[in-house]
């Protein structure tokens, strides 16, 4: 197959590109600036700018039977955090574009990278379904749905199959923001202090990640579905914090401190959403994609985590 990734020489862009020249695919990396991402065996690079600024699109899907759009404005936490409205360009409209030069260019499916802030920011007791009412609480998870129910009405008209993939927090090597952070606290500490936290939340790992976008370009199931994904453990940010420790041969024990305390700081200190991605569950289902593909996560929790830390060790400290 011929597949295009879009945000190739990103986090999650340039190991699935990588994963589909490994698998024999062609494979045509549309990228902002040509020099972020070298050219190699089985790999086509194309310059494409602004993918908010209308790119023409002819020339990358010239031949492509498959595209997957990773290419996005994504969520920010920052003190100069883009308006609703550079978010509905860039995710929303842009995407847009993209699955009508689809269509105009004989390209027979679309896979989309979207997140599970469509879903919400707090599953409660009961892990989020591709069922569930959407219930985005920012402009990042509101483009991202506006960017789902524009492809499924033109998946609906039978003019493109159109598969949408939800992650929760994706980590692995290369990873940044706040997972990146998590480890070096974790890396400057000796014993550990693990707060006792007892909310779950679903991670997914990288190659986690990569398997299921490959594994939907081509499966004859995938089509017209949406998929909630992670590595199929959740775990409390304590236990993440744990096995980290432990896969860096550091010592950790559990402090009384819970969640209770932690809230009352963070409105103190106007970190309250930063506290709440640690202790609100947030957790997925992914009963649907293991049942529709016959899809298993080949890498454990664990597994993931040494990936990442050898990274860490190499690249990051």
């Known amino acids: ?7 190739a020489s990103g986090f999650v862009g340039a190991s699935l590109c990588s994963r589909l020249r490994r698998d024999g695919h062609d494979v045509v990396a549309a990228v902002r600036d040509k020099d972020s991402l070298p050219a190699a065996d089985g790999l086509t690079v194309k310059a494409i700018g602004d993918i908010g600024a209308s790119p023409s699109w002819d020339d990358p899907l010239s031949g492509v039977d498959a595209v997957v759009h990773l290419a996005a404005m994504v969520h920010q936490m920052g003190k100069v955090v883009p308006s609703a409205a550079e978010y509905t360009r860039v995710n929303a409209a842009a995407t847009e574009d993209l699955a009508a030069a689809c269509i105009r260019n004989g390209v027979r499916r679309l896979v989309f990278l979207s997140s599970v802030k469509v879903n919400g920011e707090c599953s409660g007791p009961v892990s989020y379904t591709e069922a569930d009412t959407p219930r985005p609480e920012d402009p990042y998870g509101l483009s991202k749905l506006q960017a789902e129910r524009s492809l499924a009405s033109l998946g609906s008209e039978g003019r493109l199959e159109t598969v949408i993939v939800r992650p929760p927090l994706v980590y692995g090597p290369g990873v940044r923001a706040n997972f990146l952070r998590l480890i070096g606290i974790v890396d400057r500490m000796n014993p550990v202090v693990v707060p006792a936290l007892v909310s779950k939340r679903s991670f997914v790992g990288l190659g986690n990640l990569v398997d299921v976008l490959t594994l939907c370009t081509a499966h004859p199931g995938a089509a017209g ?8 453990e959740d775990v409390t940010a304590a236990e993440l914090m ?12 559990v402090v009384p401190v819970t969640e209770a305390p932690l809230r009352f700081a963070a409105r103190l200190l106007g970190k309250e959403q930063v506290v709440k991605r640690i202790v609100d569950p947030l957790t997925v289902s992914t009963a649907h994609v293991r049942s529709r593909l016959g899809w298993t996560p080949p890498f454990s929790l664990d597994a993931g985590l040494d990936l990442t830390l050898q990274w860490y060790r190499t690249a990051a400290r």
């Open 1 to 7: 197959m011929r597949i295009l990734v879009t945000g």
């Open 225 to 232: 579905q949406t998929f909630l994904v992670s590595d199929g």
């Open 242 to 253: 744990r096995r980290l420790a432990t896969a860096m041969g550091r010592r950790s024990y």
